[in-house]
């Protein structure tokens, strides 16, 4: 299993600034992925962040608006940026210890945005 | 590309009733599926998942799945619901080797003592 935290737990911005999530998991993991999840509606993934190289985008998301880091295979950071009230929402945090068949995601305790 | 759909949006139940939640998935491959729960104010956490075998898959606090390959179909159960299943439930598609997962739109389950 992995234990995920994220910081912060929430967060009030006002419009045209940015916000910084950390994701920490308490071991190494190969994949990890962040999510939107707006009131009322399902997860979105945004992205996977890949260890070392570019985040991989899911359709209707751009690196200029969610910039994603992931220096190593314990951390990473999603930014979004530019902020206005459409971003309002959870962002999650998600690992897979591997990629393979039979292998579940676990999801950190997100964090909610808030966007003036 | 690979979609999920659940039927319910919301359900009510009294306690003792029992339980059943609509999954339907697209995609033509070999699959893993899942359910997840997320409690109020928790984080989403595994119900129970299939990935070979017996179709008949059995999770925590007593629900269980069954895949039915024919209907694209992955319905969650239980006999006697209780008021601490009151949750958002959802219901995910994986295929071979992707590490992540796609999401249903998601069934809140409200039950009431």
């Known amino acids: 299993s992995a234990v995920i935290s994220q910081k912060p737990s929430r967060d009030i911005c006002q419009r045209g600034t940015s916000l910084t999530i950390q994701c920490q998991v308490d071991s190494q993991v190969t994949m990890m992925f962040w999510y939107r999840q707006q009131p009322g509606q399902s997860l979105t993934l945004i992205a996977t962040?890949?260890?070392?190289?570019?985040?991989?985008?899911e359709s209707g998301f751009v690196i200029d608006k969610f910039p994603i880091s992931r220096p190593n295979l314990t951390f990473s950071t999603l930014t979004v940026s530019n902020l206005s009230p459409e971003d309002s929402s959870i962002y999650l945090c998600?690992?897979?210890?591997?990629?393979?068949?039979?292998?579940?995601?676990?999801f950190g305790p997100g964090t909610r945005l808030t966007v003036t | 590309a690979q979609s999920v759909s659940q039927h319910n949006h919301h359900v009510i139940l009294s306690e003792a009733a029992s339980l059943e939640l609509g999954c339907n998935y697209s995609y033509g491959g070999t699959v893993n599926l899942f359910w997840y729960v997320q409690y109020p104010g928790q984080h989403l956490q595994l119900l129970l998942k299939y990935f070979s075998g017996d179709p008949l898959v059995k999770g925590i606090k007593g629900f269980e799945a069954e895949f039915i390959k024919s209907k694209f179909s992955f319905n969650l159960r239980k006999p006697s619901v209780q008021w601490s299943d009151t949750a958002e439930y959802f219901c995910?598609?994986?295929?071979?080797?992707?590490?992540?997962?796609?999401f249903g739109d998601g069934t809140t389950l409200t039950v009431k003592p």
């Open positions: 998600s690992v897979a210890l591997t990629p393979g068949l039979g292998h579940e995601q676990y």
């Open positions: 995910a598609v994986k295929s071979t080797n992707a590490g992540k997962s796609t």
């Open positions: 962040a890949n260890q070392g190289s570019e985040a991989t985008y």
